[in-house]
């Protein structure tokens, strides 16, 4: 059971642009969405993360967009550059004895043209 | 770069032999866990600790087993190894559960014949 499910599976964007990479979960206890950045045959790194309390975090040219009603995120990447290209996925945990089990979406391979 | 050590980082066995995976950590974190990536899955949480000799399991954890005796080390075991099981693994580490991130190990490729 997919409870994190992720879109699109591939982007394509042009450097300057802007990437968009959305997740929608389930479960009404996540309270943590991480985003994670992985290039190739590297562990994934903690890109940005946010809790339900706020609807939107930046760092730097990057964005999560987050709707609790909805039960979506999402991740702006302003003025893409190519260094950018890597996977990106979303995740969730839950509070309470869930010990920071993370349930991550199925991933989206980012490619930024120069 | 988080202190996380994987080995091997490249594997191939043949189906039916003992497999072990290796995490090693310089940084004292308490929780520690091992998920498996394939395509169109993301990555799925096979057994996690929360201290030494405390463990759990995770979404995908049949046929898999894991021990923790120490703090800087977290064994994952395949007790006899399937092709299903072919996947790149990652241990990750994190010192609260609830308010640190985790940091990810850079990843064991493991291919089952």
């Known amino acids: 059971q997919q409870q994190v499910k992720q879109s699109p599976q591939s982007l394509i964007v042009q450097k300057g642009g802007i990437s968009i990479i959305n997740c929608a979960y389930e479960?009404?206890?996540?309270?943590?969405f991480p985003w994670y950045q992985q290039f190739p045959g590297k562990g994934p790194a903690l890109l940005i993360a946010?809790?339900?309390?706020?609807s939107e975090k930046k760092e730097g040219r990057f964005t999560i967009s987050f709707n609790k009603s909805a039960k979506q995120f999402s991740l702006h990447i302003m003025d893409s550059q190519p260094g950018d290209s890597a996977t990106y996925f979303c995740?969730?945990?839950?509070?309470?004895?869930?010990?920071?089990?993370?349930?991550f979406g199925q991933g989206t391979i980012l490619t930024v043209h120069p | 770069d988080a202190g996380i050590t994987q080995s091997p980082r490249h594997k191939v066995t043949e189906t039916g032999t003992p497999v072990t995976l290796r995490c090693h950590q310089t940084?004292?974190?308490?929780?520690m866990y091992w998920y498996r990536q394939d395509p169109g899955h993301g990555l799925r949480l096979i057994h996690y600790?929360?201290?030494?000799?405390?463990?759990d399991k995770g979404e995908v954890s049949d046929g898999y087993s894991v021990s923790r005796s120490k703090t800087e080390d977290f064994l994952l075991t395949l007790e006899s190894a399937t092709s299903s099981q072919t996947s790149v693994y990652f241990c990750?580490?994190?010192?609260?559960?609830?308010?640190?991130?985790?940091?990810f190990g850079d990843g064991t490729r493991l291919s089952i014949l």
């Open positions: 990750a580490i994190s010192a609260d559960a609830f308010n640190q991130p985790q940091h």
């Open positions: 479960n009404t206890a996540f309270d943590y």
């Open positions: 946010i809790r339900p309390d706020v």
């Open positions: 995740a969730a945990s839950a509070g309470g004895t869930s010990y920071g089990k993370l349930t």
């Open positions: 940084e004292n974190h308490r929780y």
């Open positions: 600790s929360y201290g030494v000799k405390d463990t």
